[in-house]
């Protein structure tokens, strides 16, 4: 049996209103006047080249963390994390990334399938497993995308600097 501390079910309530209230914040919470199209703070702060992006991808990993505690199994977490970097890989690209992070959302994708998650009554398998494995993963990821951002940056430079 897991030694893990299972949340009462108005705690996980509470925090999957939180977490709806973050992901809305981030991804949905302004709308352009005269349409549909919503976007957030996430898609905002990605507006600033590469910082935004790697502040938006940390941002998302408090949600992630918050989704390990509440006891999430590691298959819906790997989707989760596919999300997330599937969204910072993209959010990358100047102008196109922009573009992506606006209409794909990778935190409202994945409290939704959180709550989705949890309103099948099915056993929730333990993720005691997983979570070192997916910590490492998102670390990987992060240091992959800062490693990544400085090479483009030192690229970019060099290009600027044979101008003069």
Do not use: C
């Not at 670390?139 to 290009?159: D, P, Q, R, S």
């Amino acid at each position: 049996m897991d030694n893990i501390p299972h949340a009462s079910p108005k705690s996980e309530n509470e925090d999957l209103a939180r977490l709806d209230m973050l992901a809305t914040l981030l991804d949905n919470r302004f709308r352009i006047p005269g349409t549909n199209i919503r976007f957030g703070l996430d898609g905002l702060i990605g507006l600033v080249p590469y910082l935004g992006d790697i502040a938006g991808f940390a941002v998302s990993g408090v949600l992630f963390s918050v989704m390990l505690k509440r006891g999430a199994g590691p298959l819906i977490l790997i989707r989760m994390m596919g999300n997330f970097m599937l969204d910072a890989i993209v959010g990358i690209i100047p102008f196109f990334g922009d573009l992506f992070d606006f209409g794909f959302k990778a935190n409202r994708r994945n409290v939704d399938l959180l709550k989705q998650y949890y309103a099948e009554d099915t056993p929730k398998p333990s993720v005691r497993r997983s979570v070192l494995f997916l910590m490492f993963l998102f670390f990987v990821f992060l240091v992959g995308l800062l490693w990544l951002t400085g090479w483009l940056l030192a690229k970019a430079w060099a290009v600027v600097s044979g101008w003069f």
